[in-house]
């Protein structure tokens, strides 16, 4: 198991809400800059769990997501046909609408930012 507390933008491309509210199953995508100034994409399908599930919602397609923390882990599962396989796992545990973060409190202003000192 690997606990992520950096920081991962994502675009959202499909939505699945479970029946009961609990979680939400997403497609997205991440990139980053590759040595030729192009990007390398990735595609995920990730599940949000906790905190997660109140602050994505409303979410859209093409949603710009930031996630806070996630954890992945590689899990050992016995298949249908008796055979052990490898499952990977990718959960978000607090994330937000890229421009729509949430705070603790309704009505709480967000943090103010400090402005930089000119000396």
Sequence with gaps: MIFNKNTIYATVWKIT???NGKYIDLQITT?????DSG???SGWYPRAVGKAV??????KVKDR???KQSKFTNERKEGEDGKK??????????AHIDGKE??????????????????
Excluded at 54 to 59: K, P, Q, R, T, Y
Excluded at 108 to 113: E, G, H, L, S
């Design 65 to 67: 997501i930031v996630i």
């Design 31 to 35: 990139s980053e800059k590759n040595a």
């Design 85 to 94: 396989k490898s499952v990977f796992r990718f959960l978000i545990l607090e």
């Design 54 to 59: 109140e602050a994505l919602s409303g979410l």
């Design 102 to 119: 949430n705070h603790k409190s309704a009505g709480q202003a967000p943090p103010a930012q400090e402005e930089e000192d000119p000396f």
């Design 17 to 19: 809400p479970a029946e």
């Design 39 to 41: 990007y390398v994409n």
